[in-house]
């Protein structure tokens, strides 16, 4: 019946209704993903991008979250609420597990994550892993105004020298 009623609350787009009956649902089937997604969703839909991020959340903690894609999203969200340096952790230990793959894409979310996070130390180990694979200077580049900002001259001449060497620059 529960399942029929949510049914019905997305048919007729009754979005303010339908996170108690999720929530009944999650009661009762803790480990169904889809409820998980679909009340985050809901919230997202109403506008209350926090409780989205804490759904999201819980079913991280529930282990419900089973694609990379799914933990990428919740790093996003943690970014874009202002909670950075949870993200961080979150998606490095995700990476050293095997569970996110230590691609591009995933050291880009990673360096960024950190530097909203002001933990540029963090932020620069990234953006070396990332530079490796960086067919550009740009990784390099942004490694040198990381090193400016510490006031690390050294390191931020070292790191323009390589942005140069590598070109593909503006």
Same mark, same amino acid.
């Given at each position: 019946?529960?399942? +029929?009623?949510?049914?019905?609350?997305?048919?007729?787009?009754?979005?303010?209704?339908?996170?108690?009956?999720?929530?009944?649902?999650? *009661?009762?089937?803790?480990?169904? /993903?889809?409820?998980?997604?679909?009340?985050?969703?809901?919230?997202?839909?109403?506008?209350?991008? %926090?409780?989205?991020?804490?759904?999201?959340?819980?079913?991280?903690?529930?282990?419900? +979250?089973?694609?990379?894609?799914?933990?990428?999203? +919740?790093?996003?969200?943690?970014?874009?609420?202002?909670?950075?340096?949870?993200?961080?952790?979150? +998606?490095?230990? *995700?990476?050293?597990?095997?569970?996110?793959?230590? &691609?591009?894409?995933?050291?880009?979310?990673?360096?960024?994550?950190?530097?909203?996070?002001?933990?540029?130390? %963090?932020?620069? &180990?990234?953006?070396?892993?990332?530079?490796?694979? &960086?067919?550009?200077? /740009?990784?390099?580049?942004?490694?040198?105004?990381?090193?400016?900002?510490? *006031?690390?001259?050294?390191?931020?001449?070292?790191?323009?020298?390589?942005?140069?060497?590598?070109?593909?620059? &503006?």
């Amino acid at each position: 019946w529960l399942q +029929l009623v949510l049914s019905l609350r997305f048919e007729l787009k009754q979005y303010a209704q339908i996170p108690r009956v999720l929530k009944i649902l999650l *009661e009762r089937h803790p480990k169904k /993903k889809t409820y998980w997604l679909q009340l985050a969703q809901v919230y997202e839909e109403l506008n209350d991008s %926090k409780r989205a991020l804490a759904v999201m959340e819980l079913a991280y903690n529930a282990g419900v +979250l089973e694609t990379p894609q799914e933990r990428i999203n +919740l790093v996003q969200r943690l970014v874009a609420q202002r909670a950075s340096a949870k993200g961080a952790k979150i +998606l490095e230990a *995700e990476m050293a597990a095997g569970r996110v793959p230590r &691609d591009t894409n995933s050291l880009k979310l990673l360096a960024n994550a950190w530097l909203h996070a002001r933990e540029r130390k %963090k932020a620069l &180990d990234s953006l070396a892993l990332l530079a490796k694979s &960086d067919s550009t200077g /740009k990784t390099y580049l942004r490694m040198a105004q990381v090193n400016m900002e510490m *006031e690390r001259w050294e390191d931020a001449t070292r790191s323009i020298r390589s942005a140069f060497s590598k070109g593909g620059l &503006d």
